[in-house]
């Protein structure tokens, strides 16, 4: 079981893709470069998801893409609105089985 909180950094791909995969791993997620991080914040509730991922995006460098997954039903409000205030672009964001997962771009505050 994982904990509420793991900061991972992105698996390695390596070795990873079939002969006709384009690299990315994980298919619910928009084709493109994979995260540099992932925070996966299953379980933890409003405001914890927020306040946990603006601490760990803010020793990031501009331009770096997290990937953040959660439980919290109002994330889906939560984290647009935390892009917005802070200066990040958020780049995708879906359901998922459990939750919420959000791809987001550092800005450059």
Do not use: N, Y
């Amino acid at each position: 079981m994982v904990k509420p909180g793991l900061i991972s950094a992105a698996p390695s791909t390596a070795g990873d893709e079939g002969p006709a995969s384009s690299g990315h791993q994980d298919p619910a997620c928009p084709p493109g470069p994979e995260p540099a991080l992932s925070l996966d914040l299953k379980g933890l509730k409003c405001p914890l998801p927020v306040m946990r991922t603006r601490r760990r995006m803010a020793s990031l460098d501009t331009g770096t893409l997290v990937r953040v997954e959660t439980t919290d039903p109002l994330a889906v409000l939560d984290i647009p609105h935390f892009c917005s205030e802070d200066g990040h672009r958020l780049e995708h964001q879906e359901a998922t089985a459990r939750g919420h997962r959000f791809l987001i771009r550092k800005g450059s505050v």
